[in-house]
Nanobody, 118 residues
Framework: VQLQASGGGLVQAGGSLRLSCAASGHTFSGWIMAWFRQAPGEGRQLVANIDWSGGRAYYTDSVRDRFAISRNKFKKTIDLQIDNLKPEDTAVYYC????????????WGQGTLVTVSS
């Protein structure tokens, strides 16, 4: 399994970004795909995840109104649309994957940096 994240960059507060994660090496049926972020000096935080098969999504409360996760089964991509960016969204964003019943995410992409200027 390989995950390749892209789409990060420098954005002004209030702007938008769309991150994308290209997944390969599996059908991902029965898997959960996720986006995490790690801000400077902080631990890694789950932002959102999505069931690959059924499309059900989960969001952490702090981003629920501004972030949208989606997956494209044909392209094997997992996108994260981020609107109304805030300086506190500055972080390295990672995509990750696990089998639905697994406790931990076993596969990680390399991360893409999002920097939001005020």
């Amino acid at each position: 399994v390989q995950l390749q994240a892209s789409g990060g960059g420098l954005v002004q507060a209030g702007g938008s970004l769309r991150l994308s994660c290209a997944a390969s090496g599996h059908t991902f049926s029965g898997w959960i795909m996720a986006w995490f972020r790690q801000a400077p000096g902080e631990g890694r935080q789950l932002v959102a995840n999505i069931d690959w098969s059924g499309g059900r999504a989960y969001y952490t409360d702090s981003v629920r109104d501004r972030f949208a996760i989606s997956r494209n089964k044909f392209k094997k991509t997992i996108d994260l649309q981020i609107d109304n960016l805030k300086p506190e969204d500055t972080a390295v964003y990672y995509c990750a994957a696990k089998f639905r019943l697994a406790d931990d995410y076993s596969y990680w992409g390399q991360g893409t940096l999002v920097t939001v200027s005020s």
